[in-house]
């Protein structure tokens, strides 16, 4: 008896197509969806304007869409994907958001229909109202894919014959990709610029974090790397390493938005923000007016 429980349930648990975790209480506020290649890329993009959006109340999803498994010059394989599910969990507690990592091998991501399916699901599922992702121009291929992931998706989330088991969304979330520095096909667009002055210590707080990627250098570090940097036993020196990075990173952020964080903070407040993160709005989405921006993003007031 027991053992023809546990196969119904076990049966059950298949027959579902749910990927996500448990979607957030239907309560007016927001729901952001962040989609990152790696275990660190939504938490650098984001994480200030979600640490912004998680103190007001809002739902923020932190996804990454591969596991993380290469991303190391000395580990790898399933080891790797633990730890740094863990420094994502970890980040995502200090910015009071969720956080998700998908078991695809990195450096593997393909744009194919199941993966596709599979981000359809995760943004219908947190019943999104703002979706953001890499663009599909990048230099890492899982970076590209999840742009054209979320891009194949972002009209699909409301046809209800594809994925009939999630249920569709009936307004089209906005879609919005997160900043990088890349010039072709486009330069990135700053449409929507966030001062993250106030949060930018929180941020570097959740960031510490990933010590995998930050104090050992992920796939691209090595021992040379490492002995360049403080040790775990000095915590304050890496600290202070980290916030020099974040210093130097966002700032150039803030200039290279300077026009954004004018039209929507005002001439002044824009001119004196330190440190930003911006955002282009996807053409594929919703497109939304400059009073819904307000909304979405409340913060310039
Ligand atoms: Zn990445």
């Not at 000395?74 to 009071?96: D, F, I, Y």
């Not at 330069?187 to 993250?196: K, L, N």
């Not at 390493?241 to 290279?256: C, G, H, N, P, V």
């Amino acid at each position: 008896m027991r053992c023809i429980f546990g196969i119904v349930l076990f049966l059950a648990a298949f027959a579902s197509n749910s990927v996500g975790a448990d979607p957030p209480p239907d309560d007016g506020k927001l729901r952001i969806i962040v989609f990152g290649a790696h275990p660190d890329d939504a938490e650098y993009k984001t994480g200030g304007t979600a640490a912004k959006w998680a103190k007001l109340g809002h739902h923020v999803k932190l996804v990454s869409v591969t596991n993380g498994d290469i991303g190391h010059w000395q580990m790898a394989g399933g080891p790797l994907a633990k730890r740094r599910a863990a420094e994502s969990a970890a980040v995502a507690k200090k910015l009071g958001v969720t956080s998700q990592v998908l078991d695809i091998h990195d450096g593997e991501l393909v744009p194919s229909l199941e993966n596709r399916r599979t981000i359809t699901r995760l943004i219908r599922e947190w019943k999104a109202d703002i979706v953001i992702s890499h663009r599909p121009w990048d230099y890492h291929p899982d970076h590209r894919y999840v742009g054209v992931l979320v891009q194949d998706a972002a009209f699909m989330v409301t046809v209800p014959f594809i994925c009939p088991d999630t249920p569709h969304l009936t307004k089209n979330p906005v879609f919005l990709f997160s900043s990088d520095g890349f010039q072709k096909p486009y330069p990135f667009q700053p449409d929507i610029a966030v001062s993250v002055d106030d949060v930018f210590q929180q941020k570097l707080d959740a960031i510490h974090e990933l010590t995998s990627q930050i104090y050992e250098g992920g796939a691209s570090g090595s021992e040379e790397f490492v002995r360049r940097i403080p040790p775990a036993s000095d915590d304050a020196g890496r600290r202070a390493y980290l916030k020099d990075l974040w210093i130097d990173r966002q700032s150039r952020e803030a200039t290279r938005g300077r026009a954004a964080l004018a039209q929507w903070y005002g001439e002044e407040r824009g001119k004196a923000v330190k440190y930003a993160e911006t955002f282009e709005i996807c053409e594929y989405g919703r497109r939304p007016s400059p009073d819904e921006i307000r909304k979405l993003f409340p913060f310039f007031d």
